[in-house]
Nanobody, 127 residues
Framework: QVQLVESGGGLVQAGGSLRLSCAAS?????????MGWFRQAPGQEREFVAA????????YYADSVKGRFTISRDNAKNTVYLQMNSLKPEDTAVYYC???????????????????WGQGTQVTVSS
């Protein structure tokens, strides 16, 4: 059974930084799996933030976070991170990490492509 546990959310002023962590369990060879970060603000749909393809390590970002957010992973710790810098009030949301089962051609942008989700962590950016 896959479990994903996010941490690191909180309240920060605009311009500040946070680092989210997502610890995964239940899968061997964690490095092979595509991992994604999504966010959901009240009344809005869950939206793609960032993703990292397993093995090759290619990364993808939403246009709204490019240059400010960085996804990374520590395969020895089965953990994926989201470093968030220059935060804006519009970044306020619940942030979720997600794991995609092994696929020949991973797809990263849609929530429906992911098989397991964490419980989410709240990020609030004050102006």
């Amino acid at each position: 059974q896959v479990q994903l546990v996010e941490s690191g959310g909180g309240l920060v002023q605009a311009g500040g930084s946070l680092r989210l962590s997502c610890a995964a369990s239940g899968r061997r060879a964690f490095s092979w799996y595509t991992m994604g970060w999504f966010r959901q603000a009240p009344g809005q749909e869950r939206e793609f933030v960032a993703a990292m393809i397993g093995s090759g390590g290619s990364t993808y970002y939403a246009d709204s976070v490019k240059g400010r957010f960085t996804i990374s992973r520590d395969n020895a710790k089965n953990t994926v991170y989201l470093q968030m810098n220059s935060l804006k009030p519009e970044d306020t949301a619940v942030y979720y990490c997600a794991l995609q089962e092994l696929r020949v051609r991973p797809k990263v942008f849609s929530p429906s492509e992911y098989d397991y989700w964490g419980q989410g962590t709240q990020v609030t950016v004050s102006s």
